[in-house]
């Protein structure tokens, strides 16, 4: 990636939040900014052209999920993921370590994840066969589709982010969980910096060897759980890392095990140690409450399914909470899903109707309420910006937080 790829604007006096604006081959990122989660080359139920609309700037891929369907070397052929899906806008990818593992151990959320049990290295959710083995070299897995085995190393997961060729690609790493031993933690964060180094030398090879594509930004990723030492020392050491031709990475991860209540902290350590000038992505967020900590501990992009799994199981945001509109009272409710709300969804339909959507089983309901969901936290996203800019963060924070989770 070239100089000038990301830089900031507006400061949050005495913190660490920032606003700022990335570069890509496909257009700019103004943060911080909310990525919309497109697993498998599509934001499910929702057009491209409509989540353009909706104000999304970015989407996100899963290279797990391509990987396995339809196989890189078809996006490759299409142009990229951008071309393949209609996107004309900035793309991510994320390195597939996290489905690998998080598939593999049976759990699918690391943030949510129950801490209060015993330590133990070989943690698996109930009822679940291990599907993935972690070596020093990589993971070998079984594949969700067809029970199939797969490798993964650092270098195979650059060779399919760079067939998939999005604008800003993520570095291998092993994700841990929350229940995994002290000692655990330490060695997977040293395998994680011996991956960073792996992951930076095949990039340049490949960037070097595909010199008629679009240069793609690789951000190295900080694991380190919840201690502070660890995260220090892997954020340290990432932002340390130089390739053969004395490039480092382009932008930085936050990633891996996180408590809800320990997020604004872990962040702040993290962002402590890291270069101002370089974009920091905090992998799987989008509650309010979680955006306004990241923002204000110096995040600048975050991505989450969230906001569409949600929606397809009527769950829908409001400014004065969460609420499913699948419950009876909205039966007769010919009123918008957010009077508040600038979507298209509530300029047009009501909670009446959606509602009969759900309750009919029809696919225009998943369609209606994550254009809905997809703007809310967008726009929210968005209001976080200006308020940055404006110099009105901790009111817009009090505003929001005070109304949504008041009930
Ligand atoms: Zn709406």
Known sequence: MTD?????RDVLAGRRGRTGVIRTPHGDIETPAFVAVGTKATVKAVLPETMKSLGAQAVLANAYHLYLQPGPAIVDEAGGLGAFMNWGGPTFTDSGGFQVLSLGSGFRKVLAMDTTRVQADDVIAAGKDRLARVDDDGVTFTSHLDGSTHRFTPEVSMQIQHQLG????????????????????????????????????EHRRLENERDDKPSQALFGVVQGAQYED??????????G???????????????????????????GWVTDELPEDKPRHLLGISEP??????????????????????????????????????GARYKRDFTPLDPECDCYTCAHYTRAYVHH???????????LSTIHNERFIIRLVDQIRAAITDGTFDELREHVLGRYYRS
Request: hydrophobic share 45%.
């Open 230 to 239: 660890l995260r220090r020392q892997a954020t340290r050491g990432l932002v």
């Open 241 to 267: 890392l130089r390739d053969a031709e004395g490039r480092g990475f382009d932008g930085y991860g936050i990633g891996g095990a996180l408590e809800k209540q320990n997020l604004a902290t872990i962040v």
């Open 166 to 201: 999005a604008d800003i690609i993520f570095a291998f790493d092993e994700l841990t969980t929350l229940v995994n031993t002290r000692a655990y933690q330490e060695s997977s964060v040293q395998r994680t910096h011996e991956w960073a180094i792996r992951c930076l030398a």
């Open 4 to 8: 000038g790829f990301f830089s900031v």
């Open 289 to 326: 409450d979680d955006l306004f900590a990241a923002v204000e501990a110096g995040a600048d992009t975050f991505d989450c399914v969230s906001p569409s799994r949600v929606a397809r199981n009527a769950a829908i945001y409001s400014a004065t909470g969460r609420y499913n509109i699948t």
């Open 357 to 367: 959507l759900f309750k009919a089983k029809e696919m225009l309901a998943s369609m």
